[in-house]
T-cell receptor
Framework: KAGVTQTPRYLIKTRGQQVTLSCSPISGHRSVSWYQQTPGQGLQFLFE???????NKGNFPGRFSGRQFSNSRSEMNVSTLELGDSALYLC????????????FGEGSRLTVL | GESVGLHLPTLSVQEGDNSIINCAYS??????FIWYKQESGKGPQFIIDIRSNMDKRQGQRVTVLLNKTVKHLSLQIAATQPGDSAVYFC?????????????FGKGTLLTVNP
């Protein structure tokens, strides 16, 4: 079956702009989580959505937001981009329980200039 | 800060040797742990998981050991192959209750020399 699909794979933005990243989970998965990966901070949890509701949130400023649609697809948005937002943004899907494998996508590589 | 950390940022082994990657965690309430492998340019890939009611779990060429007394997790890879070269992350579920929120360690780069 198809894996987790993230678009776009690469993008370049300038400071102050905003960006929207998209994630299509594995068919049947109802939970979508987002992570930010940087060389300095590693993998950091952004938020998790389950059945269109945000169920968990990490320690990121309000500029980072997300949503989930009825088909479980998810988007995350970062407004007023800063240089420090340059990172690999990873989406992961799962059935929605509190254990079990998270299936990750390849990520969206964001560069902020 | 992160509640999961790795003792060794890099590990270099010879092909055919066994590899051991270590991880310390600080949240004694964590009851579920996962090891992920990440190859360059790819997303993390699940290797093996373990619940806190176990102290050992084996997979294909991999074994995870959990020592709750000292809050330590390790991943053992038998007969390491060049294809095992990657960054390895341990993660714990710090979501609490019915939630699922993985907190990842910084990662260990494993290099397998032919």
């Amino acid at each position: 079956k198809a894996g987790v699909t993230q678009t776009p794979r690469y993008l370049i933005k300038t400071r102050g702009q905003q960006v929207t990243l998209s994630c299509s989970p594995i068919s049947g998965h109802r939970s979508v989580s987002w992570y930010q990966q940087t060389p300095g901070q590693g993998l950091q949890f952004l938020f998790e959505y389950f059945s269109e509701t945000q169920r968990n949130k990490g320690n990121f400023p309000g500029r980072f937001s997300g949503r989930q649609f009825s088909n479980s697809r998810s988007e995350m948005n970062v407004s007023t981009l800063e240089l420090g937002d340059s990172a690999l943004y990873l989406c992961a899907s799962s059935w929605g329980g509190r254990t079990g494998e998270l299936f990750f996508g390849e990520g969206s590589r964001l560069t902020v200039l | 800060g992160e509640s999961v950390g790795l003792h060794l940022p890099t590990l270099s082994v010879q092909e055919g040797d066994n590899s051991i990657i270590n991880c310390a965690y600080s949240n004694s309430a964590s009851d579920y742990f996962i090891w992920y492998k990440q190859e360059s340019g790819k997303g993390p890939q699940f290797i093996i998981d373990i619940r806190s009611n176990m102290d050992k779990r084996q997979g294909q060429r991999v074994t995870v050991l959990l020592n709750k007394t000292v809050k330590h997790l390790s991943l053992q890879i038998a007969a390491t192959q060049p294809g095992d070269s990657a960054v390895y992350f341990c993660a714990e579920n710090t979501g609490g209750g019915s939630n699922y929120k993985l907190t990842f360690g910084k990662g260990t780069l494993l290099t397998v020399n032919p």
